[in-house]
């Protein structure tokens, strides 16, 4: 690197000794000239010499020929430590440390050329050590020209050297000082060229470097820099940007920020120097200007937060109030102001009016504070209600702090206010939700016992279980010993039933969680008892059982009942099949009635009938009476058996119910009828009638006997209206035949269903009493009801109810 | 046992236990229009032989209407009804079960069995002797049946 030393090595000579000397060797000449007249002057002089040598740094010398010393005059041993007189007769030459140096030899050889020199220095050991002399020496000639020797004149200048030498050494450190500094530094003479740069000036111009030497202008470098494009923000117009950057070179007061391609930044500053010419310093503060941006962001999260921070408060509702104590003084938050409901353009509150902001139940423990604080002591965060001019009441949370002055007493109360009630409702409804809580695990507890039901938890892994106090109860074992290991339990099991237990272990271990099951246990006390086990097991992923949770419910007494129901429903079976049994008797019987009773029967009539027929003539009188009995009670008997056979087969005949418009039924009913209505001239009005579910065969028949008995039962002289009508109830509907014949006494209503009950003498209303007892059969096998309401001598109403067809919409109208 | 009640025409064969019915069916021929001859026999077993014209009956016409009544000792009705309609040199023949009984089950089997008919014996005399009219005068006058190959005895 071109280093451009700033001071010149330069020795100023000795001008103004150099001049004594030779004016002295004039002034001798003239002294010699006119002795007499001036020896007084010369005397005066040499003394005057001598007394000025004494006091100089300088001595006076002279040699022979040969170049050796012959006089000294001065005070050279006080500054070299060494007598003039050793120096006499001693050769010139030997006067140096260093003889060999090649600028004193080119000194000797202008010596013996004996010419004159001037201000050579070089360098004598001495007592004193090192000293370096300075000396000029002029030949002397006769009038011949006939060298004589020298007259000269030496210093001891070695402090000059000295300083010249720390000089030296101050400057190099200086340089090599600038050249570790990371900084640009550079140097411009008045003319504005390069003196001096150093090394570190080639990273501010990477894209000029070849510039920077010795000799450069300003400006041509500075435009090579800036039109490469490594300046950042120099725009279009170049010379307009390199026209205001040399103004202030110019100046010598730039003091810059300039950014740089590749996000580097650069400070510059310039100052002239005091000889016109210009220092430049350029650092980099690229790191810094990046911590810049780094603190600018950090800044602004900051600036963020705070606000974040400042919206928080508002939002939680957090105010607070400054009571100066010994002033009265209060500062409070707008918070505040809405907190208590106070209008915010008003001044803040004093201690009283304070108060009165407060519900009045909770005044006493908010002055309670207050006194606290007044009289030095910390008071306890407090909660206390305010009640807002719409009427809803707040809590507030109180926190306080108390600030003393420096002699101790009490100056600064600062309390700080919390809206809290959404949060106290919160714990309300928390509390009130423990509460119920607490209560549930009571009524599960209790219900537990009342269920005789059990839960329990089991950890598979380490075999420990909980059970809740009902499971101790069921097993009839206590608590406070028995330890509900597996093995405990199993102890417990009853011996048939360890396998069904087995089994389930098993399940569970294969990873399935078993179906609930039960088993026996033996209690302690010998009570055997039967355990419902439900058990939910919780596996992990590999499908290894971790925990299981299950309930044992004591289902002994289900056992007991089950055992019951099954003994009634073998009861109940076996007296099913008597009733079988019975049925195929009663049919039996009714094959038997049919035939073999009828047999005989038709014997008897028959030939009874035939006795009349062909005998008639022959018989007497009361022969044919007596014949004519046999054969009424033959036919009678004959119609009861028939009768009795009807009643049995109902339920039995006419298939399987269906549904069918009951109109239908009626219809046919009053075909059958119609040789009885027309002899009766009786009038039938029908109403509308839903469609029904039944045998319709079975109720054809209902309705023949209803109406026929209707008609039968008729009243003399009157003629019988009957009227059919329906309603829907619910699932059933039910029918009405009314008429208005002769009707039932009361105490024959319940009478008239039972089989072959008749309440009239048979010759004025014949039949043998089965038709409502058939009625009564039908309605019964549809699962209906069957009733009569009915006044003597106006008329009866039969009532009876039937399935309808509700699933198509029964028809009522 | 064979009893010619009348000679001429049509053959009929009684299986009836009761002599009493029995005899009312015949009172009740005999005052018909129609000149019959009349077998009776007392079981199944008596009328399948007569039918089948074995031992005593070798000689025994083939009638030309059955009147059956089910319930009988040995044989009952139903077993020789099932014999002649299973018999095809029988099965023609009209049979009408003439019987007390008026269980459902008896009215089915008879039918199942291919019963021509199937009639209950009413209590009445009168309407007895019109019963057996009615049959003597369908099942002779009214239907028209199949020509016989063999001659009655």
């Known amino acids: 690197m071109p280093a451009m030393p700033i001071v010149q090595k330069h020795i100023s000579p000795d001008a103004d000794s150099a001049v004594a000397t030779s004016d002295l060797a004039a002034s001798l000449a003239t002294a010699e000239a006119r002795i007499a007249s001036t020896e007084a002057k010369l005397v005066d002089a040499e003394e005057m010499l001598h007394d000025s040598l004494q006091s100089s740094l300088s001595w006076l010398w002279e040699s022979d020929e040969r170049l050796c010393f012959t006089r000294i005059v001065g005070s050279v041993e006080q500054l070299l430590g060494t007598r003039a007189e050793g120096l006499i007769g001693k050769p010139i030459e030997d006067f140096t440390r260093a003889p060999n140096d090649p600028q004193l030899q080119h000194h000797f050889a202008t010596i013996k050329a004996h010419k004159p020199y001037r201000d050579v220095i070089t360098s004598i050991n001495t007592r004193k050590g090192v000293r370096w002399i300075k000396a000029s020496g002029k030949p002397l000639f006769d009038v011949e020209g006939k060298f004589l020797g020298y007259r000269g004149i030496a210093s001891d200048v070695t402090a000059q050297v000295e300083s010249e030498r720390r000089a030296t050494e101050a400057h190099r450190r200086f340089m090599e000082a600038i050249e570790i500094v990371p900084a640009s530094l550079m140097l411009f003479d008045r003319d504005d060229r390069i003196v001096f740069c150093n090394s570190a000036t080639q990273r501010y111009f990477p894209t000029a470097s070849h510039l920077l030497v010795p000799g450069t202008k300003y400006e041509e470098l500075l435009r090579a820099h800036a039109a490469s494009g490594y300046v950042d923000g120099i725009g279009d117009d170049l010379d307009g940007w390199i026209a205001e950057r040399m103004k202030a070179h110019r100046a010598g007061n730039t003091n810059i920020v300039r950014k740089y391609k590749g996000g580097h930044w650069s400070h510059i500053i310039e100052r002239r120097t005091f000889d016109g010419g210009l220092i430049s310093v350029r650092t980099d503060i690229t790191e810094l200007k990046k911590r810049e941006v780094e603190l600018e962001a950090l800044g602004e999260t900051l600036r963020k937060n705070q606000e974040h921070l400042a919206q928080a408060q508002r939002t939680s509702g957090t105010g607070s109030v400054e009571r100066n104590l010994q002033t009265g003084d209060v500062k409070w938050s707008e918070e505040c102001s809405r907190m208590f409901d106070r209008d915010p353009t008003l001044p803040a509150p004093s201690r009283n009016e304070f108060l009165h902001l407060v519900h009045p139940e909770d005044r006493a423990i908010y002055e309670a504070s207050m006194i606290a604080s007044e009289s030095g002591r910390d008071s306890d965060p407090f909660k206390f209600r305010v009640t807002h001019a719409d009427g809803s009441i707040r809590w507030l949370h109180c926190e306080t702090s108390l600030v003393k002055d420096a002699e101790g007493k009490p100056w600064k109360r600062i309390g700080t206010y919390r809206d809290i009630t959404e949060e106290q409702k919160a714990a309300d409804a928390l509390k009130a939700l423990a509460d119920k809580l607490r209560r549930s695990q009571e009524y599960l507890s209790q219900g537990q016992r009342l269920a005789r039901m059990g839960s329990d938890f089991r950890d598979l892994r380490s075999d420990v279980a909980e059970w809740s106090d009902t499971c101790y109860e069921i097993f009839g074992v206590d608590k406070a010993t028995f330890v509900p290991t597996t093995e405990n339990f199993l102890k417990l099991v009853h011996p048939d039933d360890h396998a069904t237990i087995a089994r389930t272990r098993g399940e569970i271990a294969a990873g399935k969680n078993p179906e609930p099951f039960e088993y026996r246990i033996i209690r302690p006390d010998g009570g055997v008892r039967y355990i419902h086990r439900e058990v939910a097991v919780e596996f992990d992923a590999k499908g290894k059982p971790l925990y299981m949770i299950g309930t044992i419910r004591d289902v002994t007494q289900r056992h007991a009942m089950d055992e019951e129901i099954r003994r009634k429903s073998r009861e109940i079976e076996e007296r099913n099949q008597e009733l079988q049994r019975s049925n195929a008797e009663l049919e039996q019987f009714a094959y038997v009635a049919s035939h073999d009773l009828q047999e005989p029967l038709r014997m008897v009539a028959s030939y009874c009938q035939l006795l009349q027929r062909r005998y008639n003539d022959k018989l007497d009188k009361d022969a044919g009476e007596f014949i004519g009995f046999a054969v009424e009670g033959a036919n009678r008997m004959q119609r009861l058996i028939n009768d009795l056979l009807s009643y049995s087969r109902v339920g039995r005949k006419g298939g399987d119910p269906v549904t069918f418009e009951f109109a239908d039924a009626v219809a046919t009913a009053l075909a059958n009828l119609k040789g009885t209505i027309t002899d009766s001239n009786a009038t039938i009005n029908v109403g509308p009638l839903p469609r029904v579910v039944g045998v319709r065969m079975q109720l054809t028949q209902l309705m023949q006997n209803l109406i026929g008995n209707a008609i039968k039962f008729h009243r003399e002289g009157v003629t019988p209206v009957i009227a059919v009508s329906a309603t829907i109830e619910g699932p059933m509907c039910h029918i009405v035949v009314e008429d208005n014949g002769i009707g039932i006494e009361p105490q024959y209503l319940e009478r008239v269903f039972l089989i072959f009950q008749r309440l009239h003498e048979r010759n004025k209303y014949p039949g043998t009493g089965i038709g409502l007892a058939i009625a009564k059969k039908v309605i019964e096998f549809h699962s209906g009801r069957i009733w009569i309401e009915s006044t003597p001598g106006q008329g009866s109403r039969f009532h009876f109810t039937l399935p309808a067809d509700i699933q198509n919409g029964a028809t009522n109208g | ?153």
């Open chain 2, 1 to 153: 046992m064979v009893e010619a009640v009348s000679s001429r025409a049509i053959e009929i064969l009684l299986v009836e236990d009761n002599p009493g019915d029995a005899r009312l069916t015949q009172e009740a021929l005999r005052e018909g229009k129609i000149r019959n001859n009349l077998y009776h026999t007392r079981d199944g077993v008596e009328a399948l032989a007569f039918l089948k014209r074995e031992g005593e009956y070798a000689k025994a016409p083939t009638p030309d209407l059955v009147l059956l009544d089910l319930n009988m000792p040995r044989k009952d009705g139903r077993e020789v009804l099932a014999e002649i309609k299973a018999d095809s040199r029988l099965r023609f023949i009209p049979v009408v079960v003439l019987t007390t009984s008026e269980a459902e089950n008896d009215i089915v089997r008879s039918y199942e069995l291919h019963a021509n008919c199937y009639i209950t014996k009413p209590v009445d005399l009168e309407k007895f002797t019109a019963i057996v009219r009615m049959i003597e005068n369908f099942w002779l006058e009214v239907v028209t049946l199949p020509n016989r190959n063999e001659n009655a005895a």
